[in-house]
């Protein structure tokens, strides 16, 4: 089924009395732009037009501009369905599918009330220093998505413009055309919600009962954020788009993301929280992401590396050091074969790159110290001889006081000894340490610039795809403003020609109330041309005056016009009268004064009237057909030339049906190719770009507890350590 385009929708909302079924609707009134057209807000498959109706209420007509699969039973169901339980986040909607009248056929309609709100972004644009409003608003929020929930339904696109805030704070939703209810589960709809509020990987296998989960969480979670430091509204959204703090590529890549790390290093927990879940959900399946109403479920990644049990004043050892350094061979330490003094150097410089075991730097029961006993015995033998040299030299009590001397270096020689060594082998882990850091962080650049060329292909790739619907959508917009070009041209033709109709009209009546007048005229005068003066006829007026009014030309009723008093001069200054004749010309007529005057009009007023009366009323049917002859060629041409503008508008709008159908099914045929084609590539380079994320995820895990391990331990000169290392 074709439907038309948003021009013609305009058109037909002009005359909403004869375009509308509803008895309602037909009492609207459209919201119009400067130019007096209904004013369209276009989408993706229909324009919606705002109109007002008699009783005062707002409404959204949705008009369909081409056809989805299913919509209609969709519409149906999910009109009855919110219906039925009017949910208090719901607006009331009515779809009819013999809605409005276009073109002579009727086409469906989808009736919304309009809702007096304001989007999410801009609510918390107006409202971002209330930080109590912001809170309660995530609390709602919650609300009605666990109502959403509690039903078994689904928005299905929950984003900034369809989560309205009202004057009450109270929050709406609108847009229902990705609705889930458990009647449509094998109708899954066109689209997949707003790229910056929905999981990267969701797909329409995902509707279903949970396909809101992860953008109800985004939101809930955002809100939170934004709730306990306000200062991340404009550090992360500082333009304010179409999100709250995060967008698709912080979805795609919470790991490479900016804003993410941002949250993640936040000192409020409140604001941790959105970072840490993204980290969990992002590698999650959408359709087994916790209810919002189960926070004890959050998915979350650790972000500190775990411990082990063994610790001291350097910091805990990370598992994975003590699980490598827990295999180290006992025969260091087996005392069974006393070292050879000549091979002292290289035994001490095999024994330096043995990893310690675990829990180091806490010394184990069975720590190897042959090198302090080294220096024991060598101190012993000097405190020997020096024993003897003293008993020998000096007197008894000073040579007591030497030997008490060579013991207590004896016991210092033999602990340094021992601490030497342990802190060589700490020195010699560290280094290790620092050695595994620097191959980590070279393959984890290496990891996130390979991620980054792989992603790049897979966005060439989206990009593609997305390109298809916009050249079938260029190509309509160009179809439908040639369509609007011709029927401009072809409306203008028909206007000015029905306006010369219209004219030529005119004209034959001017020439036919012409004519009835001098018909009239003709008839009057002839009356009245047949009324002659005589004697006796007229009060006063006898033979010689009859006479007198001959001589100046006046012998019948038609001869004269009237009569003019005027002031004769004189000593007397009589009134004198004079009688206009039917040229216009007055004259004197002897014997007639005013009385006599005023007598012959009367007489020819009587006479004109009765011949007014005997006048003709309308033209004959032969002169009327004389008339009507002459014009009915050029009536003739003007009709013709209407009918063909209006047979023109016609096939125009035929012509744009068959060139659109074309135009999309050829549009159809090559999107259904190429999808073929790049589908399977996409689904690769996702399948490689999770692969990178992984690898990027566990080098940076273990280059974080790397480099967390090497922050922990002390950083003195080696006598300095030394020096602290005397007590256990």
């Known amino acids: 089924m074709s439907f038309p385009a948003a021009g013609e929708y305009q058109t037909a909302l002009q005359n909403p009395g004869f375009c509308f079924a509803d008895a309602v609707l ?40 081409r056809s989805v699969p299913h919509q209609f039973t969709r519409y149906d169901a999910i009109a009855a369905e919110i219906g039925v339980s009017r949910p208090s986040w719901a607006v009331g909607t009515d779809f009819h599918r013999r809605g409005i009248l276009v073109g002579g056929s009727w086409y469906p309609l989808l009736r919304m009330d309009w809702v007096e709100a304001d989007s999410l972004t801009r609510w918390v644009t107006r409202h971002i220093h209330s930080r109590s409003r912001i809170f309660s608003l995530a609390a709602r929020f919650t609300a009605v998505v666990q109502d959403l929930e509690a039903r078994g339904l689904a928005h299905g696109d929950l984003q900034h413009g369809n989560v309205l805030v009202d004057s009450a704070d109270a929050v709406r939703l609108v847009d229902y055309d990705g609705m889930y209810l458990p009647a449509l589960a094998a109708q899954p709809p066109d689209e997949v919600g707003h790229p910056n509020y929905q999981h990267p990987q969701r797909s329409a296998a995902d509707y279903g009962p949970a396909v809101d989960r992860f953008s109800a969480w985004l939101i809930a979670l955002s809100l939170r954020a934004l709730a306990a430091d306000t200062r991340l509204w404009n550090e992360c959204n500082p333009d304010h788009e179409e999100y709250l703090l995060l967008k698709k590529a912080d979805l795609a890549d919470p790991f490479a993301s900016r804003r993410v790390d941002l949250l993640r290093r936040h000192g409020d927990a409140q604001v941790r929280e959105l970072a840490e879940w993204l980290y969990g959900a992002h590698e999650a399946d959408v359709r087994r992401l916790p209810a919002l109403d189960a926070p ?6 650790e972000t500190a590396p775990s411990t082990s049990a063994g610790s001291s004043g350097y910091g805990t050892l990370p598992p994975w050091l003590a699980n490598r350094m827990a295999a180290e061979p006992a025969s260091s330490a087996a005392a069974g074969k006393p070292s050879d003094p000549a091979a002292g150097g290289r035994e001490g410089r095999a024994e330096e790159q043995v990893a310690p075991p675990a829990g180091l730097p806490a010394r184990p029961p069975d720590y190897p110290v042959h090198r302090g006993v080294r220096w024991g015995l060598r101190a012993a033998s000097v405190l020997v001889c020096s024993s003897a040299v003293l008993f020998t030299v000096l007197p008894g009590m000073w040579a007591a006081v030497g030997a008490l001397v060579c013991v207590t270096l004896l016991a210092a020689a033999a602990g340094w000894g021992v601490r030497a060594h342990r802190g060589t082998r700490l020195w010699s882990v560290g280094a290790e340490v620092a050695r595994e850091l620097a191959e980590y962080t070279e393959l984890l650049t290496a990891a996130r610039r390979s991620l980054k060329d792989v992603r790049a292909d897979r966005d060439r790739v989206v990009a593609e795809i997305d390109g ?14 040639e369509q609007g070009r011709r029927r401009t041209e072809a409306a203008s033709r028909a206007q000015k020609l029905a306006e010369a109709r219209t004219r030529l009209r005119d004209e034959e009546e001017r020439e036919a109330r012409a004519l009835l007048d001098r018909q009239q005229r003709e008839h009057i005068n002839r009356y009245l041309s047949q009324a002659r003066i005589r004697s006796g006829q007229i009060s006063g007026i006898g033979t010689k005056l009859v006479a007198n009014l001959q001589a100046n030309g006046i012998t019948s009723a038609a001869d004269f016009q009237g009569f003019q008093l005027y002031a004769g001069g004189g000593p007397h200054n009589y009134t004198m009268a004079r009688i206009r004749l039917a040229g216009g010309r007055f004259v004197n007529v002897p014997g007639i004064g005013p009385a006599k005057a005023e007598a012959l009009d009367a007489w020819r007023k009587a ?43 016609n096939q125009l709008d035929g012509r744009f049906a068959y060139e659109r159908d074309q135009a999309f099914a050829a549009y159809r045929k090559h999107r259904q190719s190429r999808l073929a084609a790049l589908t399977p590539q996409r689904s690769h380079l996702e399948g490689k770009i999770a692969e990178h994320q992984r690898e990027v995820a566990r080098l940076e895990s273990g280059s974080q507890e790397r480099r967390t ?6 950083r003195p000169g080696l006598g300095r350590y030394l020096r602290k290392q005397v007590l256990w």
């Open 26 to 65: 037909k009492t609207a009134e459209p919201e119009r732009t400067k130019l007096g057209l209904p004013r369209p807000v276009s989408g993706n498959f229909a324009s919606v037009f705002p109109v007002r109706t008699a009783d005062g209420r707002r409404h959204a007509l949705k008009c369909f501009t």
């Open 296 to 301: 004890s479920t959050w998915p979350r990644r």
């Open 607 to 649: 006479h004109q009237a009765t011949a007014q009366r005997g006048s003709p009323s309308r033209l004959g049917a032969a002169d009327r057909q004389g008339i009507s002859d002459r014009f009915a060629r050029q009536r003739r041409d003007a009709d013709e030339g209407i009918r063909a503008a209006g047979l023109e508008l």
């Open 468 to 481: 298809l619907d916009t050249g079938y959508e260029a190509e309509i917009r160009k179809l439908e403003h």
């Open 709 to 714: 391990w090497l922050t922990l331990q002390p």
